[in-house]
């Protein structure tokens, strides 16, 4: 298979990881593109030559750089000693410690060896720690720890790899040598990384100066930064590429502050590139990582003198061996350097969650994949096959375990407050904290959701009060779409009982609404206000509407838009009626009389069924009453307009409208920020979100009609 195949076929196992991971979150999306890539392996034979130069290069130097920029730069100062300790300390003890337990219960192993495997296994993978930390809500702490240590440790592991290797392969080692070059490794590639993208950001401040705006160029320009960095460091310095662009990522998120404003629109664009490639190298490098677990795991399986389940029970030893070191660290450290006085238990705690969060990754299998197949004699490379064997193990086993394990540990503890903005004010968001003691005013923040969702609601509310005669057909057209953005928020946000309630209501309501548009669909045929032909037309449409009421309300409730088959009904409707017009201009009369009188009975008959005594108002999700009556208010909105309202002039008022709509989430964000209910990080992505809105509503404002 060509190259250009290959890397089409794993976005495309990229794309399809996460559209499996949409319907089954309890697995990390990492976990599924292993799977998914190991699937493709045995099933299509499918094998890449994985050089860890390119693969450190390609996949490493920008994933780093982008966590450098987005680690929280307070917690990397706060965290500075316990990250270093764990970086490079407890790497060191990982690596001699665990080689030798390794050694001592594999005798076959030279203790070379088993300290080389032992220091591949030392590093965490951070891309790994993110994906699991979505599934499971680790504390702020230990998850900003183990992604600190994770940006470093690589580094320290690689080099305590690459000895190990050395003195397996050659019998000799000078303990001199490698720490003069661990020294030099890592601060030549501090110092390296420093120097270099401070003359990128002096680099991007001259273009400033100097008028050069342009946005792909200023884009390009910082996507390529990790790339040269690392190779420059590599190839001209021969230091730690890992360390430099580590180093340049926080120094690039301190000091682009100072242009950031003057390139609102750079800035949007370029941030939106790194998540795209973010997106896909992540996805792509643990998708490769499956592609390499059977290749790792074939010489172990077919080696006759390798008892297969005696490998796998050296997987969970080697494993059990990582974690007890992890956890024995963690809690004397915390005896040490804690100030606070904790608990013997919450101690264990702390250190649970810090062992079990720490999964490894793709660094680890580039790294095995490495070892030479023979040693300087000329012979094999001692148990090459069952060092690859227990490093693929280990890496698949920390994933699970942490899935398996993490929630039962930290059960109680939550990155979010749960709770809905069902109203309009903000201060209900304090309403799940009034039962707690504790006034810490971290509580008081609410999440992203949450934050966006009582802004665009604050959009919703503001088009209300710009609802004019003449203008309702654009307002119920942006608060439509606003809507649909709430409702995906809601789903995601809150429990399944809730979203169950939200549908079942939805059902319920569409069926109200069906059967008084069908008693009105009688009223005027009885009335001969319309011919037998639109009679039909429309009475077999809500039949058939009515029968899959159950089914479109499912749909509406996990894809809010129309479906191809809605859409292609839709189009299929339009045609005919154009062309039963065209043969009888009473037909369309008829026809716009029709939607328009039982868009009004469906509001009617919602209205009279909610008023019912039997029926509980507040017991109905009211969102969905909400959107429901905006629907059939834009459909009677619809057919005013159609004769007196220009496509032009409707464009117009729909852009000035979303303006509005922009400036009233601006001031329900500044508000949230004023009042400490988001962080800064958050308000970030919230403004952002902001003027991305705004700048497609420019951008559209001056493309021709």
Not at 208 to 224: A, E, M, P, S, W
Not at 507 to 517: D, F, N, S, T
Not at 545 to 571: C, G, M, N, Y
Request: include cysteine.
């Amino acid at each position: 298979m060509s190259i250009v195949e290959t890397v089409i076929g794993l976005v495309l196992l990229v794309l399809l990881s996460n559209l499996i991971n949409h319907y089954f979150k309890s697995i990390p999306v990492s976990l599924i593109q292993i799977m998914l890539g190991t699937i493709m392996a045995l099933i299509f034979n499918l094998k890449i030559d994985l050089e860890s130069s390119w693969f450190l290069l390609l996949f490493i130097a920008p994933l780093l750089y982008n966590d450098g920029r987005k680690f929280p730069k307070e917690e990397l100062w706060k965290l500075k000693g316990a990250i270093f300790n764990n970086a490079i300390i407890l790497v060191f003890i990982t690596m001699m410690l665990g080689g030798y337990l390794i050694h001592l219960i594999i005798p076959a192993l030279p203790l070379p060896v088993g300290i080389a495997l032992a220091a591949i296994l030392a590093p965490t993978d951070p891309v790994a720690v993110h994906s699991i930390s979505k599934q499971v809500k680790l504390p702020d702490n230990i998850l900003h720890l183990v992604s600190g240590e994770s940006l470093i440790n690589d580094a320290s592991g690689l080099i305590g790899f690459k000895y190990a290797v050395m003195v397996a392969v050659t019998g000799y080692f000078s303990l001199k040598t490698a720490l003069v070059d661990l020294f030099y490794f890592g601060l030549v590639g501090f110092v390296a990384g420093f120097v270099l993208i401070t003359v990128v950001v002096l680099i991007i401040e001259w273009l400033i100066v100097k008028g050069f705006n342009d946005v792909v160029f200023n884009t390009v320009l910082q996507l390529c930064v990790p790339f040269i960095i690392y190779l420059l460091t590599e190839e001209s310095f021969h230091a730690s590429g890992v360390i430099a662009v580590v180093v340049a990522g926080v120094v690039f998120a301190s000091k682009r502050n100072s242009f950031i404003r003057i390139q609102p629109e750079i800035n949007i664009v370029s941030e939106r590139m790194w998540d795209l490639i973010v997106y896909l190298l992540n996805g792509i490098m643990f998708t490769i990582l499956g592609v390499e677990l059977p290749v790792a795991m074939h010489g172990t399986i077919e080696n006759e003198d390798i008892n297969t389940f005696s490998a796998i029970f050296f997987v969970f030893v080697m494993w059990g061996i990582l974690l007890l070191i992890r956890i024995v660290w963690t809690y004397c450290y915390q005896l040490f350097a804690d100030a606070e006085s904790k608990s013997m238990k919450e101690r264990l705690k702390v250190a649970l969650l810090s062992g079990i969060s720490g999964v490894r990754g793709a660094i680890t299998m580039a790294g095995a994949l490495t070892i030479p197949t023979q040693i300087a004699s000329g012979e094999p490379f001692p148990e090459r096959s069952l060092v690859l064997f227990i490093a693929a193990g280990v890496i698949i086993l920390s994933m699970v375990g942490a899935i398996v394990v993490l929630p039962f540990i930290s059960g109680d503890v939550a990155l979010q407050t749960r709770g809905g903005l069902g109203d309009l004010d903000a201060n209900k968001v304090l309403e799940t904290t009034d039962d707690d003691d504790d006034d810490d005013e971290e509580q008081l923040e609410i999440n992203s959701n949450k934050a966006k969702l009582y802004i665009l609601k604050t959009a919703v509310r503001s088009l209300e009060g710009e609802r004019r005669m003449g203008n309702e057909l654009a307002v119920y057209h942006l608060i439509l779409e606003y809507q649909f953005m709430i409702k995906r928020l809601e789903v995601n946000e809150y429990a399944d009982d809730l979203n169950k309630a939200a549908t079942s209501d939805e059902i319920k309501l569409h069926k109200v609404a069906l059967r008084g548009q069908l008693n009105e669909l009688e009223r005027l045929h009885q009335t001969n206000q319309i011919q037998e032909k639109v009679y039909h037309k429309f009475k077999k449409s809500l039949r058939n509407q009515l029968k899959r009421a159950d089914h479109k309300a499912k749909i509406r409730q996990e894809w809010p838009f129309p479906t191809i088959i809605e859409s292609v009904r839709k189009f299929w409707r339009s045609i005919s009626l154009w062309i039963g017009i065209r043969q009888d201009e009473k037909y369309g009369v008829g026809v716009r009389l029709v939607e328009r009188s039982i868009a009004k009975a469906a509001i009617k008959a919602l209205s009279e069924y909610l008023k019912n005594p039997e029926v509980n108002e507040k017991k109905i999700n009211r969102e969905v009453i909400y959107h429901m009556i905006i629907t059939y208010r834009s459909i009677i909105e619809r057919q005013k307009s159609e004769e007196g309202l220009s496509g032009k002039d409707y464009q117009e008022q729909v852009r000035r409208l979303r303006f509005k709509s922009i400036a009233a989430q601006r001031a329900a964000l500044q508000y949230l920020v004023e009042q400490g209910y988001v962080n800064h990080q958050a308000a970030i992505s919230l403004r952002q979100y902001i003027n991305h809105e705004e700048s497609l509503n420019l951008r559209a404002s001056i493309l021709p009609s």
